[in-house]
Structure formats: C-alpha cells, structure tokens
C-alpha cells in the first residue's frame, strides 16, 4: 500500500479547463524517433499513460515549415498530413486517463532550415545559434512576419486540437524557443514595440496566448515553457528578470512550466547535476501567480518530489530523465514499491539519441524506444521458452540485466562471479569522482536478483571451459567483461604505440585497482567519452601535474551528446589539468613522450613520469573461444547454447551491456528468424 507521506502527489490539479490525475507530469523529452518512428514514440509515450503518469507530453514540435533544426528528428506539425501521426500518439498516451499535451516549438534562431531552405526568421537579425554553428543568419520578423506568425501558432493550436491533445506547451526556455528569444534581451534587440522594456518584450508571447485562448482555450489547458535563468550576463533573461515578467503577467498561461536557461544546465548528468538541482531558482515563484507550476530536477526521490509539493515550491513535479528510466515510477509509488523503482542514473546516454539523430537509448531501462519495435515491456516478460536453466557468467552490467531478465521468464539461473562482489566494470567506476549514481546500475538489479527464489549467486568463481562443460546446464550466456589496453590502441593507432618500458604506463583499470603514478603524467586520451577526463580530474586533485593530450577538437569529445562536455573542460581547468587539443600520441620514450600535430605532423617532446593511456578495450572472451573450440563436447555435456554478450563481445558504454543482457534474456529459445529484421520500422510512403 501506499505510504501515506506520498498521498500529496496523487492528488487532482487543475490545469485550465482540465484536470490532471495526479502530480506526475512527463515534461516534453526527445528520443531520436520524431517524425521518422511516430508508432515507437506513441507506444513509449503509451507505456508511460500505463505506467500512471498524470500528465505526458510530446517531444518538440516544429509547428511551422520557416523554422525547423535539421538535421535533428522532432515532431512535425507544418501540415494537416502530420495530423494522423500525432494522434496516433496522444491517443496512445490518454488511454489510462492521463492528459496528452503537445509542445509547439518555433525555433527562431536555432533554425537554420538546412531541409525547407526558407530564410530564418527571429526578433533580431543575428547569426543561428545550434549546435553545429551553421553559417547562416537569420532575418528580423517584421510586423507582417509577427502577424502570420501568431497566425501559424493558432493553426497548429487548431491541428493540435484535432490530433487529440488536451494541452499545448508553448516553448520558451533551453534558448530554443522564439518565446525565450523575444524575451531575453541578448536575442531581442528591437527598438519597436516588442522590444526594449519587459513589458515590450512580453508582448508577443501575450498575443500568441490570447489568439490561441481564442481559438482552442475553452478545451485545451495552455501552458507556457520559460527559462530560469540564461547566466549569460546582463544582457540575458535572468531569474530576477522572470520573476517580474510572471508577476507581471501572473494569470497569462494554464500553467507554468520552469527550467534552466540552456539544455546543458536544466539536463545536467549527475556528474555535475544533484537531485532537485534548480530548487533555489524555482523557489518563490509559486506565490507570484495564482497558476500551478511545474518544475524539474530529474526527481528520483518521492521523499524529495513529495516536500516540494508540500513546501509549496511546485505543484507538479516534472520528470524526463526519470520517466525514461522507469515509466512506472508513478505506480510503483502508489503501491508501494519503492524499492522497485528503477532510479535514473543521471548519465544522459537518453539525450545521445537525439544528438546523433539515432533512436535514444537508457541505460537503467533497456526497453525504452524498443516498446514497439520489439514489442518489449518494461514491467513485462516474454514467457519461457523450451529449456529450462541458463548459466551466466559474470555479473557486470550485462550479466546482471541477463540474469534478472531470465529470471523473469521462468528461468533458473546460476550467475558466477569470478571475484567477491556484483557489478563489474560499474562496481569499479561508481568510485571515480562524481560517478556514484551509476552505481544504481547494480543496486537496483541486485535488489531484484535477491527477490527471486529461482537466481542462484556464485562468487569466487572464475570458471575454465571444463568447469562450465561438467555442470550441465542448457544455456550459457558469457557476460565476461573486458579491460583497458595499454599499448595505445585506438583510433589514431592500430597497432601499438613504440613504447619504452623503463616508462610506467597505466589505464583506468590500474587506477580504479588503487594504483597511482606520481610527480608530471600525460594522460593520452582516444576514447573521447568520460573516462580519461574523470581520470585526468582524480590523478589531478591527488596531487599530480597533469597533462591531458587528445587527437580530438574537444576534451572528451563525444560526450557533446550526453551534454557535459563544457562541464567537463571547465572542472578540468579548474583542477589544474593541462590540456593539448588536435595532439595525438607518437611514442612514448624513458623520460618523456613524443606528440604529434594531428593536421600538420609537427613532432613535440613532453617530458613526463608517467603515462596513462585512455584508449580502448579487449573483449575477456578467452572462456567463449574454449567453449567454441570444444564445441564437439557440447551435446554430451547438454549444453543447447553458448552466446557471448555485453563487453565480452564488443567493449561500448553501459547502456550497451544492458541492452546486450536485455536482448539476451527475451530472445532465448526463440524460434529463429534468419534474416528478417529483429526489429519493426516504419518505411516512408511513396507520393
């Protein structure tokens, strides 16, 4: 039964003219589907109406062909041809009594559109701003542009009505939205009746809301999206600054919805983001206005979301991250079952399908973006199939997820660890600095494990090809890991670095074993994610002079797409860290290293005492090459299969391994399906 401290967040709330459920609002989230995969993202969206979400939104929607962010995939809604799609969705997302909201985005001067080729259109003519620094400028609105711009806002207001939705969140906060560029003084340098004072600058915000109220406000709730605070100075939109624009137009939207001034601030990994991070910026702002207020801060805690409703700091509390990680966080609140929440681990792999423009994945939720396309669940198992008991071995992020999944079906599972604790590479990593959420990984899969009578645990257990043929079990799933190279495999170099050996050279495994150079180190990093600049930043506060050197533009360059990677070179400063961008790795010698320019080969000597080398991984697949090597043994020892998954098989991130573990537990004893697609896609038609 539900807790009683929690009751305050099932409570009805209005919303305009409707009334939300409960307290749970899903805040519009991308996912790399939009228009491309409309049936995926409607099941998604339709999981979490299951999963008893109050209220849930759609990602952003461009609402008008003059301003579209090509090359990233969104929602769609230039045309009434974009209608059947979207009400695929919201009626996905209203069938367990949650209120379906769209997001209308117009983006101003973060369109470019590279696709429609239509000229940009902003407050002030000014450069595009995107993430991709395309060199194009956009051309002022004049008054004729504001006029059919309000005009376009009502259309897809009208459309929005008709695919279905109860409510329309208009989008003026990350810097994206043309709400957010008329407010802030820094996009909006009009000298007319739109610009200028505050009271200017909320002008056309107001218009849009009254001809929107006008068209579609007796049926459908209008909230407003603002930012925070831009921290860009005076010139920006700052929190004082929306203070007085809410308690100047305190009655102007259903609802406020409230989140930091750019992307990276508001969906800040844990790493660099706590629990209810924006709590400072948001309290106050309740008491200006009559309206409720939404807010976010990637919420895991019911403790933390249910104080902040009775404080009076929100009146909803708004979750993304978290209602990817897991989708029944409502639910499982409501029964009771904490301790079954899948807790979002804060490290942004969901926003990397948006930036690569692929389809988003999670690393707690394995499910997510597959609801549809393989038909999986994420509260719900495929029964078992024919066999009986699977043998896993190892109990990293891969073997866990195999082993909790499998366990799920009916399975009897043993999971065999070679040392004395859960987890594997996360069991590690969890104590590098600012990585202690990950740790979730395998608090919440070990919590599950213990749960079920039919998972045995085995530690102290590194198994040879022998052992495992004695046993007899049917299945063998190998989540064996991997490690880090210290030859200086990678990318700029496929084959070993020439290395002298009088210089001690050491990876991450060495360092998360507890061991440590000392005195000048230059850390080579060719991995580009989070490891070498979490290294660089420990070996640094400990007391070493440290020396980043990357053949990439940017210090760990990819995670751009997880949003971190100005936070990253910013603390890396901060902690005295050198760094060389565009320098790759030559050789490394007994006083020193030799880099190299990567554009014009120019060589460069780098004293040093030690090396660290970020580079790649080896797959442990030694026990999988035994086992196929004696794959004649098979059949009399009744073993049906032998797979390899997660690392083992192809070292990547963490959400890879519990995907790989996931994909492994559902598709067991399946029937096999050649070459068919293992999952389903929607193919354009033809005009």
């Known amino acids: 039964m539900r807790n009683p401290a929690y009751d305050i967040l099932f409570q009805p709330m209005q919303i305009g003219p409707l009334t939300a459920k409960n307290r749970f609002y899903q805040v519009p989230h991308c996912n790399g589907g939009g228009y491309r995969?409309?049936?995926?993202?409607?099941?998604?969206?339709?999981?979490?109406?299951?999963?008893?979400?109050?209220?849930?939104?759609?990602?952003?929607?461009?609402?008008?062909?003059?301003?579209?962010?090509?090359?990233?995939?969104e929602q769609r809604l230039w045309d009434d041809a974009d209608i059947p799609a979207l009400r695929r969705m919201s009626e996905a997302m209203k069938t367990r009594g949650a209120l379906a909201g769209i997001q209308l985005a117009y983006s101003g001067i973060n369109g470019p559109n590279l696709y429609t080729k239509e000229v940009p259109l902003a407050p002030t003519a000014l450069p595009i701003r995107t993430f991709t620094n395309d060199p194009v400028q956009a051309r002022a609105l004049d008054k004729t542009d504001i006029r059919d711009?309000?005009?376009?806002?009502?259309?897809?207001?009208?459309?929005?009505?008709?695919?279905?939705?109860?409510?329309?969140?208009l989008y003026g906060a990350h810097g994206f939205g043309i709400f957010q560029h008329f407010l802030s003084r820094a996009t909006n340098q009009r000298t007319d009746e739109y610009g200028g004072s505050l009271e200017n600058r909320s002008r056309f915000v107001n218009e849009v809301i009254a001809d929107m109220r006008d068209a579609v406000g007796d049926t459908m709730g209008i909230t407003l999206r603002v930012s925070l605070d831009e921290h860009i100075g005076t010139l920006g939109f700052s929190n004082a600054e929306l203070r007085d624009f809410i308690e100047m137009n305190a009655d102007l939207p259903d609802l406020w919805d409230l989140a930091h001034g750019t992307w990276e601030d508001c969906s800040g990994p844990?790493?660099?983001?706590?629990?209810?991070?924006?709590?400072?910026?948001?309290?106050?702002?309740?008491?200006l206005s009559s309206k409720p207020?939404?807010?976010?801060?990637?919420?895991t805690s019911p403790d933390v979301m249910a104080r902040l409703v009775r404080q009076g700091v929100l009146d909803f509390i708004g979750c993304a991250r978290p209602s990817i990680a897991d989708p029944f966080l409502p639910k499982k609140i409501e029964e009771g079952r904490i301790e079954d929440i899948r807790e979002c681990i804060g490290c942004n792999i969901c926003i990397t399908g948006d930036m690569t423009m692929s389809i988003s994945r999670c690393t707690q939720n394995p499910t997510f973006m597959e609801e549809w396309r393989k038909g999986w669940h994420p509260e719900k198992m495929n029964p078992k199939g024919e066999s009986s008991n699977v043998l896993v071995v190892g109990s990293g992020p891969a073997g866990l997820e195999a082993a909790r999944a499998l366990s799920?079906?009916?399975?009897?599972?043993?999971?065999?660890?070679?040392g004395t604790a859960l987890g594997g590479r996360v069991a590690r990593e969890?104590?590098?600095?600012?990585?202690?959420?990950?740790?979730?990984?395998?608090?919440?899969?070990?919590?599950?494990?213990?749960?079920?009578?039919?998972?045995?645990?085995?530690?102290?257990?590194?198994?040879?090809?022998?052992?495992v043929l004695e046993f007899g079990f049917e299945n063998i799933c190998l989540a064996t890991g991997s490690h880090w190279r210290a030859d200086g495999v990678a990318r700029q170099h496929v084959t070993a670095v020439s290395a002298d050996p009088a210089m001690p050279v050491y990876t991450p495994d060495d360092i998360m074993a507890g061991k440590r150079p000392t005195g000048e180190v230059v850390l080579f990093d060719d991995d580009h994610y989070y490891m070498g600049g979490v290294i660089a930043e420990l070996?640094?506060?400990?007391?070493?002079?440290?020396?980043?050197?990357?053949?990439?533009?940017?210090?760990?360059?990819?995670?751009?797409?997880?949003?971190?990677?100005?936070?990253?070179?910013?603390?890396?400063v901060d902690a005295g860290v050198t760094i060389r961008l565009n320098t790759g790795l030559a050789s490394v010698a007994a006083e020193g290293v030799e880099t190299v320019d990567v554009y014009t080969d120019a060589r460069a000597r780098l004293g040093c005492d030690a090396v660290v080398m970020v580079t790649s991984r080896v797959s442990d697949n030694a026990l999988y090459r035994d086992l196929m090597a004696r794959r004649d043994d098979w059949a009399?020892?009744?073993?049906?299969?032998v797979k390899v998954i997660g690392d083992a098989a192809a070292p990547a991130p963490i959400a890879w391994a519990t995907y790989a573990g996931h994909r492994y537990a559902r598709e067991l004893d399946m029937p096999d399906i050649g070459d068919a697609l293992p999952f389903r896609r929607e193919v354009t038609a033809l005009a």
């Open 539 to 572: 070996l640094a506060k400990e007391g070493c002079k440290v020396t980043l050197i990357t053949p990439c533009a940017y210090v760990s360059d990819w995670t751009r797409n997880t949003l971190e990677q100005g936070a990253i070179h910013r603390r890396l």
């Open 430 to 467: 969890r104590l590098l600095p600012g990585l202690s959420a990950w740790g979730r990984v395998v608090d919440y899969r070990q919590y599950q494990l213990s749960q079920r009578a039919n998972v045995e645990t085995y530690f102290d257990s590194r198994l040879s090809a022998a052992d």
């Open 37 to 73: 995969d409309p049936t995926a993202v409607a099941a998604m969206r339709g999981i979490k109406a299951e999963g008893g979400w109050g209220v849930i939104f759609t990602e952003q929607t461009e609402m008008h062909h003059t301003s579209e962010i090509t090359p990233f995939i």
């Open 270 to 287: 844990s790493r660099f983001k706590d629990e209810a991070a924006q709590e400072t910026l948001v309290t106050g702002i309740r008491e």
């Open 149 to 169: 711009l309000r005009r376009w806002f009502v259309n897809a207001a009208k459309r929005s009505k008709l695919a279905g939705f109860d409510l329309i969140c």
């Open 293 to 299: 207020v939404v807010g976010v801060g990637r919420f």
């Open 636 to 641: 009399d020892a009744g073993i049906r299969s």
């Open 408 to 418: 799920l079906r009916g399975y009897d599972v043993a999971l065999a660890e070679a």
